[in-house]
């Protein structure tokens, strides 16, 4: 038995690359900024320190996002949630805030290539000449939510696992060779 | 005739020649061409007919404003009515038919409507067709409808594809002429993220057709300067072909990008919808030259003067050899100099005005053009084609005073700005005196979101009319809107030589004193058949407001939204009104600034991804099952699994039969799981729910209802206590995302001092229930845990692994049957599934769908949320008091539930109902009562909720509300069929299947 | 096409990624009131052509709720902030007050 | 009044039409009537004319702010049917529906209705339970409508995909007396036939205050001056709430923009009015050959006649995934009306708590089908000071009692 990504790593290549990656391992983790010892559970699960507000801040494979004024979405290989679940509870005790994995909630695509941004610019109200490095942005891409982040290869997007062939087929529309925006 | 000339055309590339099709006639253009050049260089100046009165129409523009060269283009699933000649790239291949004409375009009989135009003024239809009244359903209005339309409907799915795109801006310019390109210059030199919009495939507008000199040299050269020098800055982004066509609020626009309408299916998107997000808007969108109303206006041949500039010098087409200006401006005589320069005779300019004075008139009189001042056409001669003009005095009442022979009538009527970008969102107007135009009014501008202006009209589209003028308000509309997104900008604008121009003389009428046989022969709109008697028609019988007479006489109201008649009809109305032009204003202009296509406006949702299409991990099995799927919300879930051979019905009631006698299972994955935790989370629940959750033991699962403030129940579900501090609440598949937005609502808007946190864990798992006397069977062989009835009892749940899958398990049942429902993660989902179905093979195990499950709860007298519920019902109707806390002093719904109505005895109630035969009472029915109420209706008792045939029961059972409830058991009521009938019916306990829960407590 | 600046994550957000939810500040009446004061807290809607105090949720965003205030008539959007307020900002009803002598305030 | 007919036309057309009169007058107002009516749209009309022709009541003003028939009746899909769910929805709507059958005649203007029959498609098995709800009650109400299969529909509506992979047809409920009128001249000809009967309309005079005396009402300040009337309704959709306050009062209503386009016109290719509601679009053809496509509201008030340009985006989405044939059509013109909506998105025909002060209001997206019977009742309301039939369940102390007229619950929609 194994666990396997919504898509099974779908993939496409037009203008810019599309793949499905995952399963990756996700926690929402539920507290305000200012509880005590949200700052030794988040460094506990993953390595980072709390993330500013719209911001991911990476540690190797392991990442921390801000996604609203007391939600942060913690990732991390798919196997270690378990432990790090345990390690936030033991960092919060007694205190005020909620944790739950959700893992396998999600769908994650990769979006690369010196384009990738073209292909969101279609589908989001967003404007990616000012989308900053480790900026966590949450939108809708066409009509689903979404959020993504970018690196220098490309983008992260994730949104939720049932809409995963909805997404995959919004990135092949989006990035079909010849509807380059520029 | 008109026809291709051997020297000239700065757009075209005569090396290139392209091959297309008129009416199925192969015809040649040239590369460069637009389709209307091309069909010109042919001599085809006949191309379509008018919408009433079929009059032929010809090429009368050379821009989007064209009403009358409308076509047919393509075929099959690329096959596109209405596609306007003038703003058409020719392509190689190209195929375009005329409209509205039959049998042809030569010969078509609709222009029987034409002998009888005189009976037929606007709004004719309002008077008449009424006597007898079946005349009109049977006969007046099949004969409208049939006449109705333009081009052909397309028949066929679309075989483009096409998307959408977002972009930001500091400063949006729409428009690629002098002025536009001007104030992008000054913007972009700023430092401001520009985007410069053009609406055709070439930059630099009128300007280098109007031989205008700018920094010295001809206009090409500096429009050909400044693309390079906008195309070097990084912040500037140019795009052709994009038209921008509405301006909304928040400076929000959205542009339609023409990407392969000129390369069809060469696989790139048709069009592209851009919305653009722009901190300020600058309008350079130019001007529309305006006809004049003589009679015979619309014969084909009678052109603007400026068109016909353009297809001279753009495309080296003349269309005609002998060309008659009339004009009442100074712009007009560069149209008589162009074509003399090209060697084409120019008869008589007729000039409106009394004295022509001007350096234009100056030049043209010394090319030997005949100058006619203070005269006036007063009527053209010719039906398919311009024959000759008679002239007369423009003061007059339009006594001939000699015929001129010509094939071609250049006209002229002054030029008004476009103004539609600017109107869109509320910018006001002023009525320039000077140039007879409307233009922006710039204290009256469209504001943003911060009250600010944000649209800033520039050049000719401001009432700049000469290039010098329109230079140096673009440079200033430029700046000033880089200056309002904070960037420092310097107003430098190119210089041009100025040419004095006289001014021009309103003139609305030609001749002025014109009877009323002249005036039923002068158009203003030529594709909807308005003439200057209509609109006067329309004022003398009251429609004075400027929409009503609109709305009257469909004065602007086709396919071209009056670009060409607006200002002419209002003039004219306001003449009739002897009101001044400004008074009686104009009508609201409205997005799109030229159609838009609807495949653009849909984008990408189309097909497989018109909609997200929601799928479980277990999705896939169900389509490899060829399950029978129904829509639930955006989810899909299999309805049935039916076998070879088997109907829908079939197929239901052998998984119901299966799930009684051996063993279903359910994908219960879409039900809505929200975890809920904090120490307020007991105390948010019990607001929550009518009934108490606070108090569940950890461990046990518990059955409750929402309701929203008025009292209606909207949700149920069953909710575990996973900890001290967690509860686990199930909602029903489409209540999902609807409960948990409900639960953030309360909690960040009005109890934001309560400590609870939720989180939609919906998609963490997959649920699947197993269901039926062999489900424990099923569980102990897969192992792992102990599910028996001693350490598992019915609702309670437990945390475990089953065959090796980490699950949790709940003892509930919606079926009235041994039920689990198992959750697991998502990944694992497919693979829990598959594994029953392995390990169930010897118990008898089958997939059962959603129709299954609502007939075994019916059975079971369990109400289902969208069936009994409908958002007028509450939970005392529904005998589900037994869940309504009395002990609590509040919760959601309570206090809308004290309103008299809902408090009322008299409400219908829920109840079982068994017809007398046996029968299946219809879904939908009412239970009908004695009488009729105040208005003639017949009167009701009840209503059918859900009925079913059980096929456990071998009969029709039902589910329904009606007067008195459960009190009313034992009475025979009748419900009624849409026929008319009746089925009589007897009322019972809704419990119609093991009324002690034996089943599922073992 | 509005645009929002939701006041916790600062994103501009455009109409699409928000879901609106009508006037702002009603005072909720439960159990115990009278039937005029639930009526008004359920119906009675302001619907004023002119400044007007409503809820917005940033839906695709951080998935808070806001309050904003706007102009019905012009769709000038005055400011935005957060949904735990009693009632608007004082620097906000100042704001509002300059702009619109004529406002008669929130209440 | 000068009779409209064939007759008259050809009369006129041989003198070039110069002897037509005014279809209606534009006089100044008196000191005082027996009625005002504030608003000259579709509904303020039909109360003016039912006044006057089932109640003899004729000195009757008819205020108009701008122009009559410039507001919501002029800017909308104009949509008729009477399949609504509610016996009070279905008895004004099928009392409004029979009064088109004979307007033209009636009012001597052909408003053209056209009973081309009107589809409300079942997309999934929800829809078709509420549908077959709708057909049953209906049944009960003396409104003739079916259910009809998929083919059936195909039949009727030949360029529709019914079997669409998202939301295939699964049948229809069919009003065959269902159509469209021409929105203008419901307008226009109300108007001419109450100038006829001596009423004055009076347009371009926006009313600035309503004078009460001891809770009953006077008159209305107005940009024209004082004008006394013994009656007042108030019949302006969008702006009710404005009156409302004027007079004292506060309504349930609030008010959104909805918005419709048209495309270009094109050949007759659909006769009939297909509503759409899983996907949230409508459409029909006109007369003129145009796609006239109406849409959903926004969630946001507002009064700008602008509406936000998505909801155009998702309504062409679904009609062209329901109508494939549609998608190289073009959008010709799009518009936003302002329409009233109160809590459970059904009308007002209301005594309010000023005496002699009546409201007419929150037709939501619905109120063109409904003219003639609103007028009907409104007049019978003002007339008799206390509502008739049609009228009672439309009060506006329903709210209090929780007594609403929920039109959406089975599938249905308001508009």
Same mark, same amino acid.
């Given at each position: 038995?194994?666990?396997?990504?919504?898509?099974?790593?779908?993939?496409?290549?037009?203008?810019?690359?599309?793949?499905?990656?995952?399963?990756?391992?996700?926690?929402?983790?539920?507290?305000?900024?200012?509880?005590?010892?949200?700052?030794?559970?988040?460094?506990?699960?993953?390595?980072?320190?709390?993330?500013?507000?719209?911001?991911?801040?990476?540690?190797?494979?392991?990442?921390?996002?801000?996604?609203?004024?007391?939600?942060?979405?913690?990732?991390?290989?798919?196997?270690?949630?378990?432990?790090?679940?345990?390690?936030?509870?033991?960092?919060?005790?007694?205190?005020?805030?909620?944790?739950?994995?959700?893992?396998?909630?999600?769908?994650?695509?990769?979006?690369?290539?010196?384009?990738?941004?073209?292909?969101?610019?279609?589908?989001?109200?967003?404007?990616?000449?000012?989308?900053?490095?480790?900026?966590?942005?949450?939108?809708?891409?066409?009509?689903?939510?979404?959020?993504?982040?970018?690196?220098?290869?490309?983008?992260?997007?994730?949104?939720?696992?049932?809409?995963?062939?909805?997404?995959?087929?919004?990135?092949?529309?989006?990035?079909?060779?010849?509807?380059?925006?520029? | 005739?008109?026809?291709?000339?051997?020297?000239?055309?700065?757009?075209?590339?005569?090396?290139?020649?392209?091959?297309?099709?008129?009416?199925?006639?192969?015809?040649?253009?040239?590369?460069? *061409?637009?389709?209307?050049?091309?069909?010109?260089?042919?001599?085809?100046?006949?191309?379509?007919?008018?919408?009433?009165?079929?009059?032929?129409?010809?090429?009368?523009?050379?821009?989007?404003?064209?009403?009358?060269?409308?076509?047919?283009?393509?075929?099959?699933?690329?096959?596109?009515?209405?596609?306007?000649?003038?703003?058409?790239?020719?392509?190689?291949?190209?195929?375009?038919?005329?409209?509205?004409?039959?049998?042809?375009?030569?010969?078509?009989?609709?222009?029987?409507?034409?002998?009888?135009?005189?009976?037929?003024?606007?709004?004719?239809?309002?008077?008449?067709?009424?006597?007898?009244?079946?005349?009109?359903?049977?006969?007046?209005?099949?004969?409208?409808?049939?006449?109705?339309?333009?081009?052909?409907?397309?028949?066929?799915?679309?075989?483009?594809?096409?998307?959408?795109?977002?972009?930001?801006?500091?400063?949006?310019?729409?428009?690629?002429?002098?002025?536009?390109?001007?104030?992008?210059?000054?913007?972009?030199?700023?430092?401001?993220?520009?985007?410069?919009?053009?609406?055709?495939?070439?930059?630099?507008?009128?300007?280098?057709?109007?031989?205008?000199?700018?920094?010295?040299? #001809?206009?090409?050269?500096?429009?050909?300067?400044?693309?390079?020098?906008?195309?070097?800055?990084?912040?500037?982004?140019?795009?052709?072909?994009?038209?921008?066509?509405?301006?909304?609020?928040?400076?929000?626009?959205?542009?339609?990008?023409?990407?392969?309408?000129?390369?069809?299916?060469?696989?790139?998107?048709?069009?592209?919808?851009?919305?653009?997000?722009?901190?300020?808007?600058?309008?350079?969108?130019?001007?529309?030259?305006?006809?004049?109303?003589?009679?015979?206006?619309?014969?084909?041949?009678?052109?603007?003067?400026?068109?016909?500039?353009?297809?001279?010098?753009?495309?080296?087409?003349?269309?005609?050899?002998?060309?008659?200006?009339?004009?009442?401006?100074?712009?007009?005589?560069?149209?008589?100099?162009?074509?003399?320069?090209?060697?084409?005779?120019?008869?008589?300019?007729?000039?409106?005005?009394?004295?022509?004075?001007?350096?234009?008139?100056?030049?043209?009189?010394?090319?030997?053009?005949?100058?006619?001042?203070?005269?006036?056409?007063?009527?053209?001669?010719?039906?398919?084609?311009?024959?000759?003009?008679?002239?007369?005095?423009?003061?007059?009442?339009?006594?001939?005073?000699?015929?001129?022979?010509?094939?071609?009538?250049?006209?002229?009527?002054?030029?008004?700005?476009?103004?539609?970008?600017?109107?869109?969102?509320?910018?006001?107007?002023?009525?320039?005196?000077?140039?007879?135009?409307?233009?922006?009014?710039?204290?009256?501008?469209?504001?943003?979101?911060?009250?600010?202006?944000?649209?800033?009209?520039?050049?000719?589209?401001?009432?700049?009319?000469?290039?010098?003028?329109?230079?140096?308000?673009?440079?200033?509309?430029?700046?000033?809107?880089?200056?309002?997104?904070?960037?420092?900008?310097?107003?430098?604008? +190119?210089?041009?030589?100025?040419?004095?121009?006289?001014?021009?003389? +309103?003139?609305?009428?030609?001749?002025?004193?014109?009877?009323?046989?002249?005036?039923?022969?002068?158009?203003?709109?030529?594709?909807?058949?308005?003439?200057?008697?209509?609109?006067?028609?329309?004022?003398?019988?009251?429609?004075?407001?400027?929409?009503?007479?609109?709305?009257?006489?469909?004065?602007?109201?086709?396919?071209?939204?009056?670009?060409?008649?607006?200002?002419?009809?209002?003039?004219?109305?306001?003449?009739?009104?002897?009101?001044?032009?400004?008074?009686?204003?104009?009508?609201?202009?409205?997005?799109?600034?030229?159609?838009?296509?609807?495949?653009?406006?849909?984008?990408?949702?189309?097909?497989?991804?018109?909609?997200?299409?929601?799928?479980?991990?277990?999705?896939?099995?169900?389509?490899?099952?060829?399950?029978?799927?129904?829509?639930?919300?955006?989810?899909?879930?299999?309805?049935?699994?039916?076998?070879?051979?088997?109907?829908?019905?079939?197929?239901?009631?052998?998984?119901?039969?299966?799930?009684?006698?051996?063993?279903?299972?359910?994908?219960?994955?879409?039900?809505?799981?929200?975890?809920?935790?904090? #120490?307020?989370?007991?105390?948010?629940?019990?607001?929550?729910?009518?009934?108490?959750?606070?108090?569940?033991?950890?461990?046990?699962?518990?059955?409750?209802?929402?309701?929203?403030?008025?009292?209606?129940?909207?949700?149920?579900?069953?909710?575990?206590?996973?900890?001290?501090?967690?509860?686990?609440?199930?909602?029903?598949?489409?209540?999902?995302?609807?409960?948990?937005?409900?639960?953030?609502?309360?909690?960040?808007?009005?109890?934001?001092?309560?400590?609870?946190?939720?989180?939609?864990?919906?998609?963490?798992?997959?649920?699947?229930?197993?269901?039926?006397?062999?489900?424990?069977?099923?569980?102990?062989?897969?192992?792992?845990? *102990?599910?028996?009835?001693?350490?598992?009892?019915?609702?309670?749940?437990?945390?475990?692994?089953?065959?090796?899958?980490?699950?949790?398990?709940?003892?509930?049942?919606?079926?009235?049957?041994?039920?689990?429902?198992?959750?697991?993660?998502?990944?694992?989902?497919?693979?829990?599934?598959?594994?029953?179905?392995?390990?169930?093979?010897?118990?008898?195990?089958?997939?059962?769908?959603?129709?299954?499950?609502?007939?075994?709860?019916?059975?079971?007298?369990?109400?289902?949320?969208?069936?009994?519920?409908?958002?007028?019902?509450?939970?005392?109707?529904?005998?589900?008091?037994?869940?309504?806390?009395?002990?609590?002093?509040?919760?959601?719904?309570?206090?809308?539930?004290?309103?008299? %109505?809902?408090?009322?005895?008299?409400?219908?109630?829920?109840?079982?109902?068994?017809?007398?035969?046996?029968?299946?009472?219809?879904?939908?029915? %009412?239970?009908?009562?004695?009488?009729?109420?105040?208005?003639?209706?017949?009167?009701?008792?009840?209503?059918?909720?859900?009925?079913?045939?059980?096929?456990?029961?071998?009969?029709?059972?039902?589910?329904?509300?009606?007067?008195?409830?459960?009190?009313?058991?034992?009475?025979?009521?009748?419900?009624?069929?849409?026929?008319?009938?009746?089925?009589?019916?007897?009322?019972?306990?809704?419990?119609?299947?093991?009324?002690?829960?034996?089943?599922?407590?073992? | 096409?509005?645009?929002?600046?939701?006041?916790?994550?600062?994103?501009?957000?455009?109409?699409?990624?928000?879901?609106?939810?009508?006037?702002?500040?009603?005072?909720?009446?439960?159990?115990?009131?009278?039937?005029?004061?639930?009526?008004?807290?359920?119906?009675?809607?302001?619907?004023?052509?002119?400044?007007?105090?409503?809820?917005?949720?940033?839906?695709?965003?951080?998935?808070?709720?806001?309050?904003?205030?706007?102009?019905?008539?012009?769709?000038?959007?005055?400011?935005?902030?957060?949904?735990?307020?009693?009632?608007?900002?004082?620097?906000?009803?100042?704001?509002?007050?300059?702009?619109?002598?004529?406002?008669?305030?929130?209440? | 009044?000068?009779?409209?007919?064939?007759?008259?036309?050809?009369?006129?057309?041989?003198?070039?039409?110069?002897?037509?009169?005014?279809?209606?007058?534009?006089?100044?107002?008196?000191?005082?009537?027996?009625?005002?009516?504030?608003?000259?749209? $579709?509904?303020?009309?039909?109360?003016?004319?039912?006044?006057?022709?089932?109640?003899?009541?004729?000195?009757?003003?008819?205020?108009?702010?701008?122009?009559?028939?410039?507001?919501?009746?002029?800017?909308?899909?104009?949509?008729?049917?009477?399949?609504?769910?509610?016996?009070?929805?279905?008895?004004?709507?099928?009392?409004?529906?029979?009064?088109?059958?004979?307007?033209?005649?009636?009012?001597?203007?052909?408003?053209?209705?056209?009973?081309?029959?009107?589809?409300?498609?079942?997309?999934?098995?929800?829809?078709?339970?509420?549908?077959?709800?709708?057909?049953?009650?209906?049944?009960?109400?003396?409104?003739?409508?079916?259910?009809?299969?998929?083919?059936?529909?195909?039949?009727?509506?030949?360029?529709?995909?019914?079997?669409?992979?998202?939301?295939?047809?699964?049948?229809?409920?069919?009003?065959?007396?269902?159509?469209?009128?021409?929105?203008?001249?419901?307008?226009?000809?109300?108007?001419?036939?109450?100038?006829?009967?001596?009423?004055?309309?009076?347009?371009?005079?926006?009313?600035?205050?309503?004078?009460?005396?001891?809770?009953?009402?006077?008159?209305?300040?107005?940009?024209?001056?004082?004008?006394?009337?013994?009656?007042?309704?108030?019949?302006?959709?969008?702006?009710?709430?404005?009156?409302?306050?004027?007079?004292? !009062?506060?309504?349930?209503?609030?008010?959104?923009?909805?918005?419709?386009?048209?495309?270009?016109?094109?050949?007759?290719?659909?006769?009939?009015?297909?509503?759409?509601?899983?996907?949230?679009?409508?459409?029909?053809?006109?007369?003129?050959?145009?796609?006239?496509?109406?849409?959903?509201?926004?969630?946001?008030?507002?009064?700008?006649?602008?509406?936000?340009?998505?909801?155009?985006?998702?309504?062409?989405?679904?009609?062209?995934?329901?109508?494939?044939?549609?998608?190289?059509?073009?959008?010709?013109?799009?518009?936003?009306?302002?329409?009233?909506?109160?809590?459970?998105?059904?009308?007002?025909?209301?005594?309010?708590?000023?005496?002699?002060? !009546?409201?007419?209001?929150?037709?939501?997206?619905?109120?063109?089908?409904?003219?003639? $019977?609103?007028?009907?009742?409104?007049?019978?309301?003002?007339?008799?000071?206390?509502?008739?039939?049609?009228?009672?369940?439309?009060?506006?102390?329903?709210?209090?009692?929780?007594?609403?007229?929920?039109?959406?619950?089975?599938?249905?929609?308001?508009?």
């Amino acid at each position: 038995m194994s666990e396997v990504s919504a898509l099974n790593h779908a993939k496409f290549d037009g203008f810019a690359s599309i793949r499905e990656i995952g399963p990756l391992g996700m926690i929402t983790l539920r507290a305000k900024p200012d509880l005590p010892g949200l700052a030794e559970a988040i460094r506990a699960a993953v390595g980072t320190e709390v993330p500013a507000t719209r911001r991911i801040v990476t540690n190797g494979d392991k990442a921390a996002g801000w996604m609203s004024p007391d939600e942060y979405l913690l990732i991390l290989p798919y196997g270690e949630t378990g432990a790090a679940l345990a390690a936030i509870a033991a960092a919060l005790k007694g205190q005020h805030y909620l944790a739950e994995t959700v893992s396998d909630a999600r769908a994650v695509f990769r979006i690369e290539g010196a384009k990738a941004d073209q292909v969101l610019a279609k589908l989001s109200p967003v404007d990616f000449a000012r989308l900053e490095p480790n900026e966590l942005r949450r939108t809708r891409a066409a009509q689903v939510a979404a959020a993504f982040w970018k690196d220098e290869a490309g983008y992260t997007l994730v949104c939720f696992r049932s809409v995963a062939s909805y997404m995959m087929g919004l990135l092949t529309h989006s990035a079909q060779n010849g509807s380059e925006l520029v | 005739m008109s026809t291709r000339l051997s020297r000239g055309g700065r757009l075209i590339d005569r090396s290139a020649s392209q091959e297309f099709s008129f009416n199925g006639k192969k015809l040649r253009g040239l590369k460069g *061409d637009t389709l209307a050049a091309a069909l010109l260089a042919n001599d085809q100046m006949l191309v379509g007919r008018s919408f009433k009165y079929h009059r032929p129409r010809g090429i009368v523009a050379a821009g989007p404003e064209e009403p009358n060269a409308l076509v047919g283009m393509g075929r099959g699933a690329r096959f596109e009515p209405n596609q306007r000649v003038t703003t058409t790239e020719l392509f190689n291949g190209l195929e375009a038919q005329s409209q509205n004409h039959w049998p042809s375009l030569e010969f078509d009989v609709g222009v029987i409507n034409n002998s009888l135009a005189r009976f037929l003024p606007g709004g004719f239809y309002y008077k008449t067709f009424m006597y007898p009244r079946a005349a009109w359903k049977h006969l007046f209005e099949p004969i409208i409808r049939a006449s109705a339309g333009l081009g052909k409907a397309p028949k066929d799915r679309d075989a483009d594809r096409y998307e959408q795109a977002y972009a930001f801006c500091d400063v949006l310019v729409i428009g690629g002429g002098i002025a536009g390109l001007q104030a992008a210059l000054v913007a972009g030199a700023s430092g401001a993220r520009v985007i410069v919009l053009e609406q055709t495939a070439h930059w630099g507008g009128r300007a280098p057709v109007d031989g205008d000199v700018i920094e010295g040299a #001809p206009a090409d050269a500096w429009v050909k300067s400044a693309v390079e020098a906008l195309g070097k800055m990084e912040n500037v982004t140019l795009r052709v072909r994009t038209m921008g066509a509405g301006v909304y609020d928040h400076g929000y626009v959205l542009a339609e990008e023409k990407i392969a309408d000129h390369t069809p299916g060469d696989g790139r998107p048709k069009h592209r919808l851009w919305r653009i997000r722009a901190g300020r808007i600058v309008t350079a969108t130019g001007a529309i030259e305006r006809p004049l109303s003589f009679a015979g206006n619309d014969i084909p041949g009678v052109m603007l003067a400026a068109s016909v500039r353009d297809y001279v010098v753009n495309f080296a087409v003349s269309p005609g050899d002998r060309t008659v200006v009339v004009t009442n401006n100074d712009d007009a005589y560069r149209t008589a100099i162009a074509l003399k320069e090209a060697g084409l005779e120019v008869p008589a300019i007729i000039d409106a005005r009394v004295s022509v004075t001007g350096d234009l008139p100056a030049r043209a009189r010394a090319m030997g053009i005949r100058i006619e001042a203070g005269r006036a056409i007063a009527k053209v001669k010719g039906g398919k084609r311009v024959t000759g003009v008679a002239i007369c005095i423009q003061a007059g009442e339009g006594s001939v005073l000699e015929e001129i022979a010509c094939d071609a009538v250049a006209m002229s009527g002054g030029w008004s700005p476009v103004v539609h970008l600017w109107s869109h969102c509320g910018g006001k107007l002023v009525w320039d005196t000077t140039h007879a135009h409307f233009r922006p009014d710039a204290t009256k501008p469209p504001t943003n979101q911060d009250g600010q202006a944000m649209v800033i009209a520039v050049g000719n589209a401001n009432g700049a009319m000469s290039a010098a003028d329109a230079l140096a308000d673009a440079a200033k509309g430029g700046a000033a809107a880089a200056e309002a997104t904070s960037f420092k900008a310097e107003v430098k604008a +190119a210089s041009a030589t100025q040419v004095t121009e006289a001014p021009m003389e +309103a003139v609305w009428i030609m001749p002025q004193g014109a009877g009323s046989a002249l005036k039923a022969k002068m158009w203003l709109d030529y594709q909807n058949d308005v003439k200057v008697s209509d609109v006067q028609l329309a004022a003398r019988e009251g429609y004075e407001s400027v929409e009503h007479t609109k709305r009257y006489t469909t004065l602007g109201m086709a396919t071209d939204q009056g670009k060409l008649s607006n200002i002419n009809g209002l003039a004219i109305l306001a003449q009739s009104l002897n009101e001044d032009i400004p008074q009686v204003g104009t009508t609201t202009f409205r997005p799109p600034y030229t159609p838009v296509t609807l495949g653009a406006l849909a984008g990408e949702s189309r097909g497989e991804i018109f909609q997200p299409l929601r799928k479980t991990p277990m999705h896939a099995w169900h389509e490899a099952q060829n399950a029978y799927m129904e829509p639930v919300g955006l989810w899909r879930r299999p309805y049935t699994f039916p076998r070879a051979g088997e109907t829908h019905e079939q197929s239901v009631h052998r998984e119901v039969n299966n799930t009684r006698t051996n063993l279903g299972l359910l994908d219960a994955s879409t039900l809505g799981k929200i975890i809920v935790k904090g #120490p307020d989370a007991g105390k948010f629940l019990d607001m929550l729910y009518t009934g108490v959750m606070s108090n569940l033991p950890v461990g046990k699962c518990r059955y409750g209802l929402m309701c929203n403030e008025q009292g209606f129940l909207s949700d149920d579900g069953v909710v575990a206590r996973i900890d001290e501090e967690t509860w686990l609440c199930h909602t029903t598949s489409g209540g999902a995302d609807r409960i948990h937005a409900w639960m953030e609502d309360w909690l960040q808007c009005e109890w934001w001092d309560w400590k609870v946190y939720t989180a939609n864990i919906t998609e963490q798992l997959a649920q699947v229930a197993v269901v039926g006397p062999n489900a424990r069977k099923l569980l102990e062989k897969l192992g792992g845990m *102990d599910v028996s009835k001693e350490t598992l009892p019915f609702m309670q749940w437990a945390d475990g692994t089953l065959g090796g899958f980490p699950v949790r398990v709940y003892r509930i049942s919606f079926s009235g049957e041994l039920s689990y429902e198992i959750a697991v993660p998502a990944s694992l989902g497919a693979a829990f599934w598959e594994a029953l179905h392995k390990a169930g093979a010897e118990f008898g195990t089958m997939p059962y769908g959603t129709e299954a499950l609502h007939i075994m709860r019916a059975e079971k007298g369990f109400i289902m949320i969208g069936d009994e519920t409908d958002g007028t019902v509450i939970p005392q109707d529904l005998n589900l008091g037994w869940a309504i806390s009395k002990k609590k002093a509040d919760f959601l719904g309570k206090r809308g539930q004290e309103r008299n %109505y809902l408090a009322s005895p008299d409400r219908w109630k829920l109840a079982g109902f068994e017809t007398l035969d046996g029968s299946v009472v219809p879904d939908g029915s %009412y239970i009908v009562a004695a009488g009729h109420n105040a208005n003639g209706q017949g009167n009701t008792q009840g209503r059918v909720t859900s009925t079913y045939y059980s096929p456990t029961l071998k009969r029709g059972i039902a589910m329904g509300l009606i007067h008195g409830g459960l009190n009313r058991i034992g009475d025979v009521v009748e419900f009624n069929t849409v026929s008319g009938g009746t089925v009589k019916a007897k009322v019972v306990d809704p419990v119609f299947y093991d009324k002690d829960g034996a089943k599922q407590n073992v | 096409m509005l645009i929002l600046e939701c006041p916790y994550c600062g994103v501009k957000a455009e109409e699409t990624e928000l879901s609106p939810g009508y006037e702002a500040h009603l005072k909720r009446f439960g159990p115990g009131s009278s039937d005029t004061e639930f009526e008004d807290y359920m119906f009675a809607r302001k619907n004023p052509k002119g400044v007007h105090f409503e809820r917005w949720r940033h839906v695709y965003g951080c998935g808070k709720w806001f309050l904003a205030a706007r102009c019905t008539a012009t769709l000038e959007v005055f400011g935005t902030y957060p949904a735990q307020s009693a009632e608007p900002p004082a620097d906000l009803q100042a704001k509002i007050k300059a702009k619109r002598p004529d406002w008669k305030g929130y209440k | 009044m000068k009779r409209y007919s064939v007759f008259a036309i050809a009369k006129e057309a041989l003198n070039y039409h110069l002897g037509w009169e005014k279809a209606w007058a534009s006089p100044a107002p008196k000191k005082e009537y027996d009625a005002i009516i504030v608003g000259a749209g $579709g509904h303020g009309l039909a109360t003016a004319y039912y006044l006057g022709k089932n109640h003899g009541i004729t000195n009757v003003a008819i205020i108009e702010k701008g122009w009559l028939g410039g507001g919501n009746t002029g800017r909308n899909t104009t949509i008729i049917r009477s399949n609504y769910l509610q016996d009070s929805s279905a008895a004004i709507y099928e009392k409004a529906r029979s009064l088109y059958e004979t307007m033209s005649q009636d009012l001597n203007y052909n408003v053209m209705f056209s009973p081309r029959g009107l589809l409300m498609l079942a997309q999934t098995h929800h829809e078709i339970r509420g549908y077959q709800r709708t057909a049953h009650a209906n049944a009960l109400q003396g409104v003739a409508t079916e259910w009809i299969s998929p083919a059936k529909v195909k039949e009727l509506v030949p360029i529709i995909n019914i079997d669409g992979p998202r939301y295939p047809v699964l049948g229809a409920l069919y009003q065959a007396r269902g159509g469209t009128a021409r929105h203008d001249a419901v307008a226009w000809g109300y108007a001419r036939a109450c100038s006829a009967m001596g009423m004055d309309i009076i347009q371009q005079c926006e009313v600035k205050g309503v004078k009460t005396e001891n809770g009953v009402v006077k008159g209305v300040e107005t940009s024209k001056g004082f004008i006394g009337t013994k009656k007042l309704g108030i019949v302006v959709a969008g702006h009710s709430g404005q009156l409302a306050d004027m007079a004292g !009062f506060r309504l349930p209503v609030e008010a959104v923009a909805l918005q419709a386009m048209v495309s270009e016109p094109i050949k007759p290719c659909m006769d009939v009015v297909v509503m759409a509601n899983t996907v949230h679009g409508y459409m029909s053809q006109s007369d003129k050959g145009e796609m006239v496509i109406g849409g959903g509201t926004d969630g946001f008030n507002n009064f700008t006649q602008r509406g936000s340009f998505h909801h155009i985006e998702e309504t062409l989405r679904a009609l062209i995934e329901t109508f494939p044939m549609i998608s190289r059509l073009k959008m010709l013109r799009q518009w936003g009306g302002i329409v009233d909506m109160t809590g459970d998105r059904s009308p007002l025909i209301s005594k309010t708590p000023v005496g002699n002060c !009546f409201i007419n209001c929150g037709w939501g997206t619905g109120g063109f089908k409904a003219i003639p $019977g609103s007028g009907w009742a409104m007049a019978e309301l003002m007339a008799k000071g206390e509502p008739g039939a049609l009228a009672e369940a439309f009060n506006m102390w329903r709210f209090k009692e929780g007594q609403f007229i929920d039109e959406s619950v089975a599938a249905g929609v308001a508009h």
